[in-house]
């Protein structure tokens, strides 16, 4: 059974800077693709950001530029991160992390709320 745990959301100014962990259990991320997900309220669940166990990454266009996704690869498990910067209104939404596809059971997520 996978597990994934999403951290480091809040609440930020527009402008601002939050970085999100996703630790995921065994050594999926150094097999699989990974990758953010968002879900905004009232809306589809979207794609933001892959990662391909080599490190190649790709961005959806809302994001791209200002969103960065890393990952560290530990002995059994391997940590998922998301920079995301210049955070705007349309931003706001609960983030996810999973594989390509998504497979596993989703997470909690961890809200990400930009507003002044």
């Known amino acids: 059974q996978v597990e994934l745990v999403e951290s480091g959301g809040g609440l930020v100014q527009p402008g601002g800077s939050l970085r999100l962990s996703c630790v995921t259990s065994g050594s999926i991320g150094s097999i699989y693709i990974m990758a953010w997900y968002r879900q905004a309220p009232g809306k589809e669940r979207e794609l933001v950001a892959t990662i391909t166990p080599a490190g190649r990454t790709t961005y959806s266009d809302p994001v791209k530029g200002r969103f960065t996704i890393s990952k560290d690869n530990a002995k059994n498990t391997v940590t998922v991160y998301l920079q995301m910067n210049s955070l705007g209104a349309e931003d706001t939404a609960i983030y996810y992390c999973?594989?390509?596809?998504?497979?596993?059971?989703w997470g909690q997520g961890t809200q990400v709320t930009v507003s002044s």
């Open positions: 999973n594989r390509i596809p998504a497979v596993y059971s």
